[in-house]
């Protein structure tokens, strides 16, 4: 297991190094971000200052040359300048938004993956009954329903909420009340009105397509010839389903858990921006507009870093999950 887990990582460092360079390339693309920093200022920028913040955020290097000065630096744990200030803004930045992200994430992803599971094997158990045909209604409609909606709709009611009752429990601005309240058990209500809506928000749209997921993968575990034969020995259903049915038809779904942690990451913005949630999504969106593309590289890199731990992850859970499988 330690071999294989080092050979994966070792292949995954060509892949982050294409897709740096083509995220290098992009930004490249864009007009020179430093003019349009300081345009329209009154009086205007002296030209020196320019040159200087130019030659500061490595605009006047090549591509090639500036893309091998980045790998180099970001492997010394260098992540680049910034328009607005030094080397160190991007990682304590990075830190700080990334936290605010995983307050977020986990709670959502935990909630819909729970939810799928237990609904996805629920209707599979009873197909085309009226158990199954309210949760493929439900799950359709969770679909179908856009995530800037759905936080919408959560937001506006939370207002009405608290209008209606004279309180302000369900907090619909930031992850946190400024100023927070004093001791521990306010400072959790706290936390969790406003943690509440986001992640529902978050998690009813990837439940929605986990749970179709994991009705798939439990009907083709159900009609397989395994089962039968387990039936036809006589083992009690409660067993069949916890022992051999379920264990077979979480494999599948682990795949898309791992690939879900990664878009769950890097596709928070529309909530953090509802809500109001200064996240690693809002702070990457911010990078693309104004032109930081050393930020932009370093998320790239970060959310990569993910997808193969994920990855790496499922890939361990397989031989947990299915004594067959086995690497070396």
Request: no cysteine; glycine share 10%.
């Amino acid at each position: 297991m330690i071999v294989f887990t080092v050979r994966r990582l070792f292949q995954a460092i060509p892949i982050l190094l294409g897709a740096a360079l083509i995220v290098y390339w992009l930004m490249s693309i864009p007009p020179d971000p430093v003019l349009k920093q300081f345009a329209g200022h009154n009086p205007p920028i002296p030209p020196a200052t320019i040159l200087a913040n130019r030659q500061r955020m490595h605009l006047l290097d090549g591509f090639w040359y500036g893309f091998g000065r980045w790998v180099a630096d970001f492997v010394r744990g260098d992540f680049g300048p910034t328009l607005g200030g030094g080397t160190d803004n991007i990682r304590k930045d990075l830190i700080t938004h990334l936290g605010v992200t995983t307050h977020l994430v986990v709670p959502a992803l935990f909630l819909a993956v729970v939810l799928a599971v237990i609904t996805g094997v629920m209707s599979a158990i009873k197909q085309y009954s009226f158990r199954d045909y309210t949760f493929t209604f439900f799950g359709f409609l969770f679909l179908a329903m856009p995530t800037f909606w759905i936080a919408q709709l959560l937001k506006d009611t939370a207002v009405n909420f608290n209008l209606a009752t004279g309180t302000h429990f369900f907090g619909t601005l930031g992850d946190r009340s400024i100023p927070q309240p004093e001791g521990f058990g306010p400072q959790m209500v706290d936390y969790i009105g406003h943690i509440v809506l986001p992640t529902i928000s978050l998690a009813l749209i990837t439940y929605a397509g986990l749970s179709r997921f994991q009705r798939a993968s439990m009907l083709e575990v159900i009609n397989s010839d395994y089962v039968r034969l387990a039936r036809a020995k006589g083992i009690t259903p409660r067993r069949l389903l916890i022992r051999h049915m379920l264990r077979t038809a979480l494999i599948p779904m682990t795949t898309a858990t791992a690939l879900t942690v990664a878009v769950f990451f890097g596709g928070t913005v529309i909530t953090e921006t509802i809500f109001n949630w200064q996240g690693l999504g809002t702070y990457t969106v911010g990078a693309i507009v104004g032109g930081d593309k050393y930020i932009v590289l370093a998320v790239l890199m970060l959310t990569g870093f993910f997808v193969i731990v994920g990855n790496l992850i499922a890939d361990i859970l397989y031989a947990v999950l299915d004594p067959r499988i086995r690497y070396e």
